[in-house]
């Protein structure tokens, strides 16, 4: 058995790429439908409510393309609005990023210190600490908001004096912590991992979720019998609410390829209600 549908994955803008770049490269046959919500962006200084309605959204517009399972490739619509997914949508197969990146800190650190840099919604929501939590009840769990990364990524300012000077002024009380690992608990900062992980030291190291995330998708769709063997290499479709031009540009800039002619969503016109499972 095989399911030969394709898997979706979104996020609020660019971010999600990093997950989607992670999971082609683990489940290369898989065809991939992507939608980054640029137009919205960002959803970390939003109310829960609201990243709410745009999580459903999202969600249906990818049903909408008959996808198989959906890969929620942002840390902030996992924290605002994952119980409500799995609550309305049971049928679902569903991946958040949250789960995966808590398990591979935990494995990782020596002192049991762990740092979290998320977006305010993701910080303020308390959901890497109990997740953390709930696996290593003796971490101690010391987070921050950085609210200025993600507009930093969206614009392509990954490198140079200013998001340097930004990351420090973030980071330094993480630093004073002695945190020994730091999880980059929104899927647009591994764009500025180097400039983080160059602040932060050779003695701290930094999780990004995206690679643990899409060995989470293979087993699941492994134990489902859904996982897409062959050998063709699987097509990837890109979608965003914003400018398409912007979006593969800066897109090219950071998985180093030409993305398949990027395609725009009218994500307002798609309805809030949830979907069942014959649409
Ligand atoms: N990339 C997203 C996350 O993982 C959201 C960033 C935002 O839109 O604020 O949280």
């Known amino acids: 058995m095989t399911d030969k549908r394709p898997i979706g994955i979104f996020d609020s803008g660019l971010g999600g790429l990093t997950v989607l770049e992670a999971v082609h490269k683990v489940m290369p046959?898989?065809?991939?439908?992507?939608?980054?919500?640029?137009?919205?962006?960002p959803y970390g200084t939003k109310s829960a409510e609201t990243v709410r309605k745009y999580t459903f959204q999202d969600i249906n517009f990818l049903l909408s393309h008959d996808v198989k399972m959906i890969v929620i490739a942002c840390n902030t619509a996992s924290a605002c609005s994952l119980s409500a997914v799995k609550e309305s949508y049971e049928w679902l197969p569903v991946q958040e990023v949250v789960g995966p990146g808590s398990a591979a800190a935990v494995k990782t650190t020596k002192n049991g210190k762990i740092g979290v840099i998320g977006t305010p919604a993701t910080i303020s929501s308390g959901v890497y600490e109990r997740a953390i939590?709930?696996?290593c009840p003796d971490a101690n769990v010391f987070s921050k908001s950085c609210p200025l990364f993600v507009p930093l990524v969206e614009e392509g300012w990954w490198t140079g004096p200013v998001p340097e000077r930004v990351a420090k002024e973030y980071l330094k009380e993480l630093k004073?912590?002695?945190?020994?690992?730091?999880i980059l608990g929104c899927t647009h900062y591994p764009y500025l991992e180097k400039i983080i992980s160059e602040y932060m030291g050779e003695g701290v190291s930094i999780i990004n979720s995206g690679r643990v995330v899409a060995e989470s998708i293979k087993n699941s769709l492994t134990e489902t019998d859904m996982l897409r063997g062959g050998r063709s290499e699987g097509k990837i479709r890109y979608f965003t609410s914003d400018s398409v031009t912007k979006f593969a540009s800066l897109g090219k800039m950071f998985l180093k390829e030409t993305l398949s002619p990027v395609e725009h969503a009218d994500i307002e016109s798609v309805s809030v209600a949830p979907r069942g499972k014959n649409g």
Not at 30 to 41: C, H, K, P
Not at 176 to 182: P, R
């Open 176 to 182: 004073k912590q002695k945190i020994d690992t730091l």
């Open 133 to 135: 939590g709930a696996i």
């Open 29 to 41: 046959h898989e065809d991939l439908i992507y939608f980054g919500d640029s137009g919205r962006a």
